[in-house]
C-alpha cells in the first residue's frame, strides 16, 4: 500500500530532527567532547529521568508564574483595547505609551523588579505580564480597527449602542487577531518567567539553570531547555484548541482539530 | 407608512452632492431611483435612514419629521454585512435583539420567515458558507424584521452575477405580493429598474437632481428605456 503524500509530510520534521539528534550524538562521541561542554542528546534524556522530580518541582513553579502572567496580561489588554475602542482620549494618551513601553529592556526590569518586590513569585509574574501584554493589545486593536466601517454603519442604523457594536460587532470580529497575538504571547510567557527567575530567584526553571550552569551541568541545563521548549509547545497547542472550540465559525471548511 | 424627502440638499466640503431632492414614496410602493454610479444615491439614502443630517431639507415619514434621526427604517447596502460570528439565524435576528426582544423569542419568530426568504433549511449555516444571493436575501430579511413597512435597499444586487441578480429580481417582485411594504430601491441598471417599480425617479450626474419621473405602468418598458437613454445622452 502506498502512503499518502499527507502523512509523509507530517513526518518530515521528525525525521529531520532525528538526523540532527543522530549528527549531534555522533559528533560529540568521534571528536570525545567533554561533557562539560556539550553533552550528546542521549545523555540529556538520561539527565531528564534522573532528575525528574527535582526538575517537576521547579517545572511547577515556572509554568504557575507563565500561566498566571499570560492570564493576568489578556485580561488587561481586553479591558485596556474595550477602554481605547470607546474613549477617544484614553487611546490617543496610551496608545503611543504602550508602544514605547516595548523599547524598555526586559533584563534590566527583570533586576529592577527583583530589587523592588523580591525573589519571590510577584516580580516573575510582573515581567511576564509586562512580555505578554503587549502582543495580546495590539493584535486586539488591529482586529477591533480592522472591522468594516459600513458594518457598524448598519448597526448604528439599527439604533445599536455603542456598547452593544462593541460586543456584538467588533469584539469577535477581532477574536481572530487577537488569538494570534495570544499565541505569540503564549510562547514568551514561559520565556520570560524563565528570565525573570535567572535574575534571582529561590525557585524555578531559570533558578535551576544558573544552580546547573554554575557546576557546568550542561547536560541539565539542556533537560531545562527542552521541558520549556515542550510546555511552551503544549501552551500554543492549547490556544489552538481554545480557538477551535470557541470560534466555530472561523474554522477551516471540513478540517478536524489536529494536534500536529 | 410613507416617505417624503422634502427639498434636501448636502455638500460634503466643496462638493455639492445633492440639490432640492423632492421625492415622495406612497405606501405600498415599489419606487425605483435610478442614476449613474457616484452620483450621491447612497447620501440621500445615509440621510434617509437618519445616519447624516442634510444641509437643508427634511425627511418626513408619515408626516412627521424624522430628519437625523435612526431607528426607524431598515436600510440594506450593497454588501450583505452579515456577521461571519454568527449563524443565518442568529444574524437575521439581530434587529429584534437589539429592540430588547429575548434571544429565544426573536429566533422563533425570524425562523418562522426563513422559508419565505428562500432560507430554509439553512438556519444554523454560517454567512460563508451561503451563496452570494442568498446571503443578500437573508440581509434583506434581516432588513425586513427590522422594519417592514419601509426598506431602503441601496443597489442590493450589483455585486452578484447575472443570472443570480435576475433569480433575485424575480424573487423580491414575487416576495413583495407576499409582504406588501413601502419600497425605496437605488440601482444604476435601467433594466432593474424598469422591471421592480411602480414608479422611477431618474437622477442626474453630481450635483444630483431629480430629472424625470417615470409611472412604468404608464407605457410599455421599451418605450421608457428609450426615454431614458436619449435622456441620458443628451447629458453627455
New interface residues.
Given amino acids: 500500500m502506498k502512503r499518502s503524500p499527507h502523512t509523509a509530510d507530517k513526518l518530515a520534521p521528525w525525521i529531520a530532527i532525528l538526523v540532527f539528534l543522530l549528527i549531534w550524538e555522533g559528533g560529540v562521541r568521534i571528536t570525545q567532547t567533554p561533557d562539560w561542554l556539550l553533552p550528546p542528546p542521549s545523555q540529556v534524556l538520561m539527565a531528564l529521568g534522573t532528575n525528574a522530580s527535582m526538575l517537576f518541582k521547579h517545572t511547577i513553579v515556572t509554568v504557575e508564574e507563565a500561566l498566571l502572567g499570560l492570564g493576568l496580561s489578556t485580561l488587561i489588554a481586553l479591558m485596556t483595547a474595550y477602554l481605547m475602542d470607546q474613549v477617544l482620549w484614553f487611546r490617543q494618551a496610551f496608545y503611543p505609551l504602550i508602544i514605547f513601553s516595548q523599547t524598555i529592556p526586559l533584563l534590566i526590569l527583570a533586576v529592577l523588579f527583583t530589587i523592588w518586590f523580591g525573589f519571590g513569585m510577584l516580580p516573575k509574574i510582573l515581567v511576564v505580564i509586562l512580555v505578554c501584554f503587549f502582543p495580546v493589545v495590539i493584535s486586539l486593536m488591529n482586529g477591533l480597527d480592522g472591522v468594516?466601517p459600513?458594518?457598524i454603519?448598519?448597526?448604528?442604523?439599527?439604533?445599536?449602542t455603542s456598547t452593544?457594536i462593541f460586543t456584538?460587532?467588533k469584539l469577535?470580529?477581532a477574536?481572530p487577531s487577537f488569538f494570534s497575538g495570544l499565541r505569540i504571547s503564549a510562547t514568551y510567557s514561559l520565556m520570560a518567567a524563565v528570565i525573570a527567575e535567572w535574575m534571582g530567584a529561590e525557585k524555578g526553571l531559570g533558578y535551576f539553570m544558573t544552580l546547573m550552569q554554575k557546576g557546568y551541568r550542561i547536560d541539565q541545563v539542556l533537560a531545562s531547555v527542552l521541558i520549556i521548549c515542550l510546555i511552551s509547545f503544549l501552551l500554543v497547542k492549547c490556544i489552538d484548541l481554545l480557538e477551535y472550540l470557541l470560534?466555530p465559525?472561523?474554522r477551516k471548511?471540513d478540517t478536524q482539530y489536529n494536534w500536529g | 407608512m410613507d416617505i417624503k424627502v422634502d427639498k434636501v440638499s448636502k455638500s460634503m466640503g466643496e462638493v455639492h452632492i445633492l440639490d432640492h431632492i423632492d421625492i415622495a414614496v406612497h405606501k405600498h410602493e415599489f419606487v425605483v431611483i435610478l442614476g449613474p454610479s457616484g452620483c450621491g444615491k447612497s447620501t440621500l439614502f445615509?440621510i434617509i435612514?437618519?445616519?447624516l443630517l442634510p444641509d437643508e431639507g427634511r425627511i418626513l415619514l408619515d408626516g412627521k419629521d424624522y430628519t437625523g434621526q435612526?431607528?426607524r427604517?431598515?436600510?440594506m447596502?450593497q454588501?450583505d454585512?452579515l456577521?461571519?460570528?454568527?449563524?443565518i439565524l442568529d444574524n437575521v435576528c439581530?434587529?429584534l435583539v437589539?429592540?430588547g426582544m429575548p434571544q429565544h423569542k426573536a429566533r422563533q419568530k425570524a425562523f418562522s420567515y426563513l422559508p419565505d426568504f428562500g432560507l430554509e433549511g439553512f438556519a444554523a449555516y454560517?454567512p460563508?458558507?451561503l451563496s452570494g444571493g442568498m446571503r443578500q436575501r437573508a440581509a434583506l430579511l434581516r432588513t425586513y424584521l427590522?422594519a417592514s413597512d419601509i426598506l431602503l435597499l441601496d443597489e442590493p444586487f450589483v455585486a452578484l452575477d447575472a443570472i443570480s441578480r435576475r433569480k433575485m429580481q424575480l424573487w423580491l417582485r414575487e416576495l413583495r405580493s407576499h409582504y406588501p411594504c413601502t419600497i425605496l430601491f437605488v440601482t444604476h441598471d435601467i433594466d432593474e429598474a424598469l422591471m421592480l417599480a411602480d414608479r422611477i425617479y431618474l437622477f442626474s450626474a453630481r450635483p444630483a437632481k431629480v430629472r424625470l419621473e417615470i409611472k412604468t405602468a404608464s407605457a410599455p418598458h421599451d418605450v421608457h428605456k428609450e426615454t431614458i437613454l436619449h435622456l441620458l445622452e443628451e447629458e453627455t
Fill in positions: 468594516d459600513d458594518q454603519k448598519l448597526f448604528r442604523s439599527m439604533g445599536a452593544a456584538m460587532v469577535p470580529a477574536m470560534l465559525w472561523n471548511e | 445615509n435612514a437618519g445616519l435612526t431607528g427604517i431598515g436600510y447596502q454588501k454585512l456577521l461571519p460570528s454568527r449563524t439581530i434587529p437589539l429592540k454560517y460563508r458558507q427590522f
